[in-house]
C-alpha cells in the first residue's frame, strides 16, 4: 500500500512539473540562435496585391448607329444619347437630354418625356401622342401635316439612353 502511494505521489509530481508554465533557465544556448529580422519605423512595407476592381458603371449595350445622330435625318435609327444631342427626324429638329434614366426631346411644340416609370407628353400647336408597346418605354406623335414619329426607349441609366425612332 505505500509502495502504491509513493507511485502516485511521483506520478502527481511529474505531472505539476509538466503543466508549469515556468520556463527552466538555462545559461547555455540550446542549438543555434535564431535571427529575427527587426523592422525599423519607416521602412515601408511591401504593397499588397490589390484584388481586381467591378466597374463602377453598368455595362452599355451597343446601340446600331452609336452616336451617329445624323442616322436620324431619314427618320429611322437606333441612337445612345449622353447627356445632350441635337436630332433631326425626318426635318423636325429636337433637343434630346438624357438625365436619372429619362429622355426628353423638346422641339418648338414642346416635350415628349420617356423613362422607365412610363412617358410624360405637353404638346402645343395641334397634333397628338399616345403611348405604344415595346421597350423601356414608348410614345409615339406627330405635328399638323406632318410624320408620325415612334420614339422607343431601350435603355436607361443616369446620364445614358438608347433610343430608337422611326417615322412614317
Known sequence: ???R???AAA???TLVACGSSEQPRSTKPVGSPMIVPSQTPGTPKPPTPMQPSTPSQPVVPAAKDGQN???CNDGTCEVLIRKKAALNLSGDKFTATAAAATLKLTDSHGYISLSRNGSDVSRSGG????GV???IAAVSWSSQDGPLHIATLTYAEGDTVIVSFTSK
Open 1 to 3: 500500500m505505500i509502495t
Open 5 to 7: 502511494g509513493l507511485v
Open 11 to 13: 506520478l502527481l509530481a
Open 69 to 71: 445622330y445624323k442616322a
Open 127 to 130: 397634333g397628338s401622342a399616345g
Open 133 to 135: 408597346a415595346g421597350g
